[in-house]
């Protein structure tokens, strides 16, 4: 059965075997089978481990092959423009090779090159996130612990697909918004690495407390702190209701996936339980369940509140609070909360008590207000361009279906994508 049955009429509907030149599957395939192990220098091994949302992840902890096991392991090469599809844990993880470097297939994925007489590979790639591609993927899945598809039921799944000129059309709509996408995230990584770095090079070598310079002097968190608690249970059991009542509520997820303050989620509260877990201004947010340590800084009061999986910090008037986010986002922070977390013996969860005990630095005021103004410019770019990251993002994921089903046809698309 077509994609709802109504795909425009001049589109196909074939078999993936059929518009493929090739599918590269070593899943069982392992360096002590070929006579070898794994090494600390050669080629690089590609599994469904280091495959997430489009990219590569978790490259620290790539394994890697010997060179001399290359030519045995990879028969057939990954070249550049294949596409690597993750076959199980999970099934449909994929990305686009867009390099010349020579990798190995590993676990739990294949490798496959359309006919690109037929199939345009930028397409295939983007249509493997269709609603009706997934299906096709999870209907043919088996297994009785940990499922996954084999190769020969990949083969059967349904691809469908316009002309080729048509194809590339919509493979650069959508390939203009995932790298506009790109670019601002690797701006705001470099801005952060940016104001990390001038607070390691200004700070970092006082973290002992020793020698400090006049005016400077070693304190706790919970000399600056003015206020601090926790969200509470009735806010984090409160159902979530329609977008048009309730207040908004930050939860740990949206730390985690960095959502700016319109995708965060609804919860009913009461005026008592909002006016006590309102976020103002400047205050700090932290996770305090699941994951230790994510944090945000708060830079507008909001009509939010915050969930009992997070700490809320308000500081002293006197104290910069970029200043102290800078401490947030540090080195020594991150530290800290590996301590913290090697100290729990069951799930992660960390007391106030831990948090406020965090030691800091607080140096002059000039030296103080100098790096804030740093920080706040960096944070006030990096917000900037998040929001418009979750914009292009929403506005990309919402025409992918579309195009993929002809239900919108690339001549009737207005750029909306900044130069």
């Known amino acids: 059965m077509g994609l709802d049955n109504n795909i425009p009429e001049d589109w196909k509907e074939e078999n993936l075997e059929s518009v493929i030149d090739l599918i590269i599957d070593h899943r069982g395939k392992t360096p002590k089978k070929l006579g070898g192990d794994w090494c600390s220098e050669g080629y690089r091994a590609v599994s469904a481990k280091t495959i997430k949302n489009g990219k590569l992840v978790n490259e620290d902890k790539m394994n890697i092959l010997p060179n001399d096991l290359y030519d045995k392991w990879m028969k057939n090469e990954i070249e550049f423009g294949d596409v690597l599809l993750t076959s199980e844990a999970p099934l449909g993880e994929h990305m686009i090779w867009k390099s010349i470097e020579k990798i190995v297939l590993s676990q739990r994925i294949f490798g496959i090159r359309t006919n690109s007489k037929i199939l345009n590979s930028s397409y295939f790639n983007y249509f493997i996130d269709s609603r009706f591609f997934q299906h096709e993927l999870k209907s043919r899945e088996s297994g009785s ?43 705001n990584k470099t801005l952060e690495t940016m104001a990390q770095t001038i607070f390691k090079e200004w700070f970092g070598k006082y973290q002992k407390g020793d020698d400090l310079p006049e005016g400077w002097e070693f304190c706790e968190l919970n000399d600056v702190v003015s206020k601090s608690n926790t969200g509470a249970d009735a806010i984090q059991k409160a159902p979530i209701v329609s977008e048009n009542t309730g207040v ?55 009509n939010a509140v915050y969930n009992n999986g997070l700490i809320k910090i308000s500081l002293v008037e006197n104290i910069s609070p970029y200043f102290i986010y800078g401490y947030f986002k ?22 106030i008590d831990y948090l406020l005990r965090f030691p800091i630095i607080i140096p002059s005021k000039d030296m103080e207000i100098k790096y804030s103004k740093i920080m706040e410019s960096v944070m006030l770019k990096i917000s900037k361009n998040t929001t418009q990251i979750q914009s292009l993002t929403k506005t990309r994921d919402t025409l992918l279906p579309k195009l993929m089903s002809g239900q919108v046809r690339v001549n009737n698309i207005k750029q909306t994508i900044d130069a």
């Open 330 to 351: 540090s080195k020594v922070y991150r530290d800290y909360i590996n301590m913290i977390n090697n100290d729990t013996s069951t799930r992660p969860n960390m007391k």
């Open 248 to 302: 908004r509520c930050i939860r740990i997820g949206d730390l985690s996936k960095n959502r700016s303050y319109n995708y965060w989620g609804f919860t009913k509260v009461t005026d008592k339980n909002f006016k006590q877990f309102q976020l103002k201004k400047f205050d700090i947010v932290v996770t305090r369940t699941s994951i230790l340590g994510l944090n945000k800084l708060i830079m507008e009061d909001l």
């Open 145 to 187: 612990t940990v499922t996954g598809i084999k190769q020969s039921e990949l083969l059967k799944t349904k691809v469908v697909f316009p002309s080729l000129p048509e194809q590339k059309a919509i493979a650069k709509v959508l390939t203009a918004f995932d790298d506009k996408i790109e670019l601002l995230q690797a701006q």
